[in-house]
């Protein structure tokens, strides 16, 4: 039966379990796309995204005034057979797009159009997608100019097929959108590996604001090293950290004072370090890590992941704050204690 819907401008499917659910959606915004502004699918069927694209008489739909289209589900096309749609363009408006999983084309047709357009931008870039977006030059120095944020996933996974190291899957991801403002990288490397990937020889990083390295456990000199690398690093998020080994000579109760005199002011732009994987029977480690980049960066707040952390992290934080360490520099701390939890959100997806 056809659909006969009203003027529709916005789409969202969240969690529909019913296959049927989801190819009614993409039915209906075919049948709409002349109005659509969004469309929002979060399903954990298949979704069939090339049907957005091509209708059911092989004829192209274009959505001319669609600026959000996320798509966070699996396709039904493997990497074999990722459909190539060379005179279609589908999407030449869009602001922001996500798209979870693989991508589902076999070329640009995402971006196909909207360059000048093109703000956000999520997504999944395996070893396929990176080498059609190399081969059609999809991203050069000045083809998004108001691109702000690029969310990638998994460097370890284009590894080695695409490129021989994490510092070159790094730059590329980089040379997506080279004057962005915002950059968030999600990625999975070991701390060799991250070391490499941040050698000042390697390139310009200092753009960046948003990191996230959520499988690493980073020590205090590895978070110090990378805040003092990205100048615009705002936001950290790694697994929970630890203070690692000391600088020769220095005890623990002498680190404050080892830390401004060595520091002094290393980032004043450097808010919130959000732990992933908080849950640790002793928080102590995590606290002092915590207390010790405060003093060298004087915005810096604090997060974790669970609600349910925060009453015992909260007391480890009182108790060290009042140590004979800490005491003398309750007035560059107080930030920490009091604002710190309400100031930072949870990781997202």
């Not at 357009?117 to 190399?134: F, P």
């Not at 925060?310 to 009042?322: S, Y």
Request: glycine fraction near 4%; proline fraction near 7%.
């Amino acid at each position: 039966m056809e659909l006969l819907p009203d003027v529709i401008c916005d789409l969202v499917l969240v969690k529909y379990h019913c296959k049927n659910s989801v190819m009614l959606v993409v039915q209906l915004a075919r049948q709409s796309a002349l109005t659509l502004q969004s469309i929002d699918i979060d399903s954990e069927q298949d979704i069939d995204i090339a049907g957005l694209v091509k209708d059911a008489d092989n004829s192209y739909v274009t959505y001319p005034h669609l600026v959000i289209l996320k798509l966070w589900g699996p396709s039904h096309n493997s990497e074999q057979q990722r459909p190539d749609f060379s005179g279609a363009l589908p999407f030449p408006c869009l602001r922001s797009l996500s798209v979870g999983y693989d991508y589902p084309f076999g070329d640009d047709t995402f971006f196909r159009g909207n360059a000048a357009s093109l703000e956000c931008l999520e997504l999944w870039m395996d070893n396929s997608t990176i080498s059609m977006l190399r081969r059609l030059n999809v991203f050069t120095p000045f083809s998004h100019p108001r691109l702000q944020c690029v969310k990638t996933g998994d460097l370890d996974g284009v590894l080695p097929d695409t490129f021989a190291t994490a510092a070159e899957a790094m730059q590329f991801y980089l040379s997506v959108a080279p004057g962005a403002s915002v950059r968030e990288i999600k990625g999975v490397l070991s701390g060799a590996e991250t070391a490499l990937a941040f050698s000042p020889s390697l390139g310009d990083y200092s753009c960046i604001q948003i990191l996230s390295l959520p499988f690493i456990p980073l020590t205090l000199w590895d978070a110090v090293s990378l805040i003092k690398s990205l100048p615009l690093l705002s936001d950290l998020y790694t697994k929970y950290p630890s203070i690692g080994d000391l600088p020769a000579g220095i005890t623990l109760a002498e680190l404050p004072a080892y830390m401004l005199s060595t520091y002094t002011l290393i980032s004043e732009r450097f808010r919130c370090w959000h732990l992933i994987f908080y849950r640790v029977r002793n928080p102590y480690d995590i606290v002092m890590c915590m207390l010790l980049l405060a003093l060298v960066c004087p915005n810096f707040d604090y997060a974790v992941t669970d609600p349910d952390d925060r009453e015992p992290f909260m007391r480890q934080m009182e108790k060290a704050i009042a140590s004979n360490e800490f005491r003398k520099y309750v007035p560059r701390l107080q930030r920490l204690l009091f604002h710190g939890w309400q100031g930072c959100q949870t990781v997202s997806r």
